[in-house]
């Protein structure tokens, strides 16, 4: 049986061995690898540090459905509808993109993390392994060994890498002699925002009194969005207060990037002062810094995935290779697939 190992364990990996699982149920074993300490990548959903039943998203907050895409990953969108893990979007929020017609707003009540464990959970008997961080890819005869900090190496038939095009470029082996001279143009073109994310938890009872439940914030210089998660994800959780999230603007990100996320996150908050004065003194605060944010520029003439080698199969996919959101994971797994099966 041929051993596939998909590394990262986020939207675009989970999808993969999902994909992988129903496609060819009975001939590959499947391995997931993921660096943190569970699964969703930037749809990862955190827990307070002083209630781990109460949850905020700081990565992506909704998901947004074009005709197009309603259309052609109807299946998808069908699938997490009937599990009830998308729920339409029914909370205002206030600067919202209504420019195309007939968008569909989604949010996810158990968090954006939902999402990601569904399709881990449909790849039945994938190994799922976390706080596994991959650092070399060496070719050994008709396979792969892959070396992990603090771990000994594992053999696999084929590799799929899911993770930020930059975090690709810094694996050491032979992935770097694999990429040839035009490959690494156009990885090494690829672009991202950066911002950080700060989550605040509240004792249970407390209001924070705003007539919306996100708003997109236009006149601050480092605050671009504001959610007050539960009530965008329709949530009710017993013995839980309100939890917010706040977005950093993009440049403010830039402008702060080298820095310790603990010296930017007290500069996050008292601009989150002066936006919403009065808000309540959160019981904890949770600060995330999105290096690899939203994909600004993907790799370019390379729809979906790229194949840094066939035999054996090595192969780049994720939003890098699309657009950042769930469609553009959804299309690149999709392409992946394509290219697994024709090699496994
Ligand atoms: C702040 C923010 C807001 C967003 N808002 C939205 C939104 O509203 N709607 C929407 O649809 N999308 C949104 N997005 C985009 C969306 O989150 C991404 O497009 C999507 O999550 C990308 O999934 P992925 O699996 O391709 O990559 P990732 O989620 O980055 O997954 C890659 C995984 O690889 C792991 N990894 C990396 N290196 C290694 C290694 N060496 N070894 C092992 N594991 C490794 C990482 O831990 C990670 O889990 C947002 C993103 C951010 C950051």
């Known amino acids: ?150 771990g000994p190496a594992e053999q696999f038939d084929a590799v799929v890498l899911t993770m930020p095009v930059p975090q690709i470029l810094q694996l050491q082996g032979d992935v770097s002699s694999l990429i040839d001279e035009s490959q690494r143009q156009k990885l090494e073109a690829v672009s991202y925002s950066s911002r950080y994310a700060v989550g605040l938890f509240y004792d249970a009872g407390v209001q924070i009194d705003v007539p919306w439940a996100a708003k997109y914030i236009t006149d601050n210089p480092c605050i671009r969005f504001i959610s007050i998660d539960d009530k965008k994800r329709n949530l009710e959780s017993p013995g839980c207060g309100p939890s917010v999230v706040v977005h950093t603007s993009v440049p403010f990100g830039l402008r702060h990037l080298e820095e310790a996320k603990e010296e930017v996150e007290p500069l996050i908050l008292e601009e989150l002062q002066k936006v919403l004065p009065g808000l309540p003194q959160p019981i904890s605060v949770k600060c995330q810094k999105w290096r690899y944010s939203q994909v600004t520029g993907a790799v370019a003439d390379c729809p979906g995935q790229m194949t840094l080698l066939s035999r054996p199969l090595l192969v780049c996919g994720g939003d890098g290779f699309t657009h950042s959101n769930f469609d553009g994971c959804i299309e690149s797994a999709l392409k992946v697939l394509d290219v697994l099966k024709s090699s496994l």
């Not at 699982?21 to 943190?36: F, G, H, L, M």
């Not at 600067?95 to 007939?102: D, P």
């Not at 449909?122 to 190994?127: H, K, P």
């Open 1 to 150: 049986m041929s051993r596939v190992l998909i590394v990262g364990a986020g939207l675009t990996g989970s999808l993969c061995a999902c994909l992988l699982r129903r496609e060819i149920p009975n001939k590959v074993k499947i391995v997931v690898w993921d660096k943190a300490r569970g699964a969703g990548g930037r749809m990862s959903t955190s827990r307070s540090p002083s209630n781990a039943t109460c949850t905020v998203d700081l990565g992506a907050q909704y998901i947004t459905a074009t005709p197009y895409y309603a259309q052609i990953h109807r299946s998808f969108y069908d699938e997490l509808l009937a599990h009830e893990i998308l729920k339409p979007l029914a909370a205002a929020v206030e600067g919202m993109n209504v420019k195309e017609e007939g968008l569909r707003n989604f949010v996810t009540p158990k968090g954006i993390c939902s999402i990601v464990k569904h399709y881990l959970r449909e790849s039945a008997g994938a190994e799922v392994c976390y706080e596994h961080h991959v650092t070399h890819i060496r070719q050994r005869g008709a396979g792969w060994e892959v070396q992990r900090a603090g």
